[in-house]
């Protein structure tokens, strides 16, 4: 940035009065740069003091071009974060626009709002000179790609800031903004909407999350979700409540853990696998907290943690505190809500897909890492079966089955998650 200053000084002969123009040029070289021309004027004793020059607004992101633009693939949805910046000496109003070249395109705040009448940035230096918005934009086009092209207005702070009629306005979005998107469940695979991972060129994008009608998204619903702002995953529905959604992650989030590792029975509970979902979940911020108590919070009607069989738990043969967490277990209950038995690919075909041999039961994707030896073949669910020595899983041949809690006994986990509609 060059600063050049010139003084020029002139008498007016007729008033005798020194009239002092400071003319302040500001030149920036830098692609995406616009201006406003400001001045300002204060008089005193006799003084005219007058300031001229050019105001520049300034905007980025990584997840722009160099243009600050975005092309965005038909059904596609994407989450930015773009910053304004204030490269003036002064305090300045700026605000955010967009333009389009398709009338399918949706951009909205995440969370934070820019009005268009725009914020006061502080001068340049100081810690309030910038503000970072995230902002959702998806292309509801079936077959047409989208580009997307941001751009900033800028203007003294005390003055309100208008949009021109080519410039488009951002809005809030009223829905979860982290819901990238959803799609309707349809494990066919000569069907015209065939989706079972939810990145079949067939999948059909539904707006079910839009309604707060409970069953609105129908168990088995895949849902892409950023769990953090750069961290996306892919999940699938177990239950619509209506307002929040409660959903499993497509793949184990951790791999071969123990049911508990300091002992041979399961009447502790799952400390182990527990402690280490919790850990590898803490930081997704977008999911909304689960307080759960296990021998007291009731799953499909049902409060008990230990199981005789499939569906039929009628004992706490553990409980434990209430936990304040962002990912727990499946539980037993909830997993016959969606047919598993103990019968081989009794549970939808999502439940055991990308586990190791799951090709073998009706799966198209297979977990073939090994860990301590052993292959990604199950997951726990929350549940002891009756007798305190065996743990409910879920295994890659679709089935509800238990095996011993001993701490060589090594199975993964799915995240089950809540969140908003």
């Known amino acids: 940035m060059k600063l ?13 009065y020194l009239i002092a123009i400071i003319i302040t040029s500001i030149l920036i070289v830098s692609c995406g740069f616009s201006y406003a021309i400001f001045s300002v004027h204060n008089e005193s004793k006799g003084a005219l003091n007058i300031v001229a020059g050019n105001l520049y607004s300034y ?5 722009l071009d160099k243009n600050n633009s975005i092309a965005l693939e038909p059904n596609n949805t994407v989450i930015i974060n773009v910053k304004l910046m204030n490269v003036n000496s002064i305090k300045v109003k700026s605000n955010l626009y967009y333009e389009t ?9 995440v969370d934070e709002v820019i009005e268009r009448t725009g914020i006061v940035l502080d001068a340049n230096g100081t810690e309030q000179d910038s503000k ?17 092209t941001f751009d900033s207005s800028v203007g003294l702070a005390t003055v309100d800031l208008n949009f021109t009629t080519d410039q488009l306005e951002i809005t809030k979005y009223d829905s979860n903004p982290y819901i990238v998107n959803a799609y309707n469940y349809d494990d066919n695979s000569i069907a015209d909407d065939y989706c079972l991972t939810g990145e079949e060129t067939t999948c059909k994008v539904s707006d079910c999350y839009n309604s707060k009608v409970a069953g609105s998204c129908p168990s088995g619903t895949i849902i892409k979700y950023k769990v953090t702002n750069q961290l996306e995953k892919i999940f699938y529905v177990i239950e ?24 041979t029975t399961t009447n502790q509970g799952p400390l182990t696998v527990l402690a280490k ?23 499909n009607n049902n409060k008990f943690t230990s199981c005789s069989t499939y569906n039929t738990c009628s004992s706490n043969e553990y409980t434990l505190t209430e936990k304040k967490v962002k990912a727990r277990l499946i539980t037993v209950q909830e997993a016959s809500l969606l047919s598993c038995s103990d019968s081989i690919n009794s549970c939808p075909r999502w439940m055991n897909n990308y586990l190791h041999l799951s090709k073998n039961y009706n799966g198209t994707e297979e977990d073939n890492l090994i860990v301590s030896n052993q292959y990604n073949i199950g997951y726990w669910t929350m549940n002891s079966q009756t007798g305190g020595k065996t743990a409910y899983y879920l295994n890659n041949a679709g089935m509800l ?15 089950v998650i809540t969140v908003n509609k």
């Open 277 to 299: 979902l919790e850990m590898a979940t803490k930081d997704w911020v977008n999911v909304l907290e689960q307080i759960y108590t296990m021998g007291t919070t009731v799953f």
């Open 240 to 263: 619509d409540k209506g307002s929040k959604i409660v959903m499993q992650q497509r793949e184990n989030t951790i791999t071969n853990v123990a049911w508990n590792e300091t002992s």
């Open 59 to 63: 905007i980025t992101s990584q997840d």
């Open 401 to 415: 089955t238990s095996d011993n809690g001993e701490p060589t006994k090594l199975y993964g986990a799915r995240a």
């Open 4 to 16: 050049k200053y010139y003084l020029k000084k002139n008498i007016n002969i007729k008033t005798g």
């Open 101 to 109: 070249n398709s009338q399918d395109v949706l951009v909205s705040y």
């Open 132 to 148: 970072e918005v995230a902002i959702r934009i998806s292309n509801n086009s079936d077959n047409e790609v989208a580009t997307v």
